[in-house]
């Protein structure tokens, strides 16, 4: 009898110890998949806010020139567009890559 007891006192430990493993999986999965959606989010809002801003406009052939050339040729108006839209959003996160995607998306 006490070999049955400690066999259920085992069996309940190890599945408390599993169902807290499964909830500290999916609250670290729920907090992964926020914080993807929240800045993607950020980024689209920036970047459909600015889809008319004529600065923005201004500097999409600078920004395919940007692209292109993996990020050595850097035209006047692109660094003009890139420090608007960083005064304009400063919450975002971004580097002028994405940036320069964003514009040239647009």
């Given at each position: 009898?006490?070999?049955?007891?400690?066999?259920l006192s085992?069996s309940a430990?190890?599945?408390?110890?599993?169902s807290?493993?499964?909830?500290?999986?999916?609250?670290t999965?729920?907090?992964?998949?926020?914080?993807?959606?929240?800045?993607?989010?950020?980024t689209?809002?920036?970047s459909s806010?600015?889809?008319?801003?004529?600065i923005?406009?201004?500097?999409?052939?600078?920004?395919?020139?940007?692209?292109?050339s993996?990020?050595?040729i850097?035209?006047?108006r692109?660094?003009?567009?890139?420090q608007?839209?960083?005064?304009r959003?400063?919450?975002?996160?971004a580097?002028?890559?994405?940036?320069?995607?964003?514009?040239?998306?647009?």
């Amino acid at each position: 009898m006490p070999h049955l007891l400690r066999l259920l006192s085992l069996s309940a430990l190890l599945s408390f110890a599993a169902s807290a493993s499964a909830t500290s999986f999916v609250v670290t999965t729920d907090a992964v998949v926020g914080a993807v959606a929240a800045t993607t989010e950020a980024t689209s809002d920036a970047s459909s806010s600015l889809s008319d801003d004529k600065i923005v406009l201004a500097a999409r052939d600078d920004a395919a020139s940007f692209i292109a050339s993996a990020g050595n040729i850097r035209g006047v108006r692109l660094q003009a567009a890139l420090q608007h839209i960083r005064q304009r959003a400063p919450h975002l996160i971004a580097d002028d890559m994405q940036l320069a995607q964003a514009i040239l998306s647009r």
